[in-house]
């Protein structure tokens, strides 16, 4: 079994990460001097959204017909329970919604990203400028925000197994991440130690494809003290398997990580 995961490990594979589906619904305003903006700031941002490599953006041609046939006009679709009802009528898992306006010559943009399944709100942020350009400087960062709260898929919370080699060792992890950023981690230890398990519970998050997992385990064993991990993860087609590359090796050297969903 370790030879065969050893070898998975050490392959050169494609994968591909699983996306979640977002809409954007648009900005609403009342000030005449900005309204024939609103349309172009959306498809700005809707653009700025496709460059994230996780999420998967409703086309607006869509999202607009539909509200014109259900005449969601009648309703603001800034309210979070009609941008719930119209984001699972487009098949989103969250919706974007906000407003703008200007004040003494400043465009001030505020936007919520909601989970359509809960109505939740998950993130809410406001971005202000004095020009467009400054407006288009700052849209990375404020699409980015946007959708850094938005729950990684059910399929990467449960238990996953892997071993890691290192150092000349072949330790065998057992991850189970759960919800609200929490984790058991359970490793049997390779080498002239004891074999039993040690375990130790742990934090973890998810935020632009990069999984960060924290744990302390009560053991002499010096390597698995301290486990914090920050990686760039991938997962592929089946959402089975998770694998990233951590700085494990002699003088940090990166070494390539497999797990497999159990």
Known sequence: MKKLLTLIITSMLTFTLHAQTVAVLGFETDNFCIEDRTGTMSDLLTDELVNISHITVVERKYIDKLKGEMKFQASPYTDPATAKSLGKMVGADCVIIGTADVFNCTLTVTARTVEVESGKILYSTKMTCDTWGEFNQKLPDFAR?????????????????????????SDEYTIT?????????????????????????????????????????????????????????????SGETLSMNLPLGEGGKLVRVMFTKQ
């Open 177 to 237: 991440f759960a919800k609200k950023g929490k984790c058991s981690i359970d490793i049997v230890p390779d080498g002239d130690f004891d074999s039993a398990t040690i375990s130790a519970i742990g934090t973890w998050s998810d935020s632009d494809d990069i999984l960060r997992v924290t744990a302390k385990f009560r053991t002499d064993i010096a390597r698995l003290k301290n486990l914090k991990w920050t990686a760039v993860y991938v997962l592929d087609d």
């Open 145 to 169: 925000n946007l959708v850094s709260k938005i729950p990684v898929p059910d399929r990467f919370e449960g238990t996953w197994y892997g071993i890691i080699e290192s150092g000349g060792y």
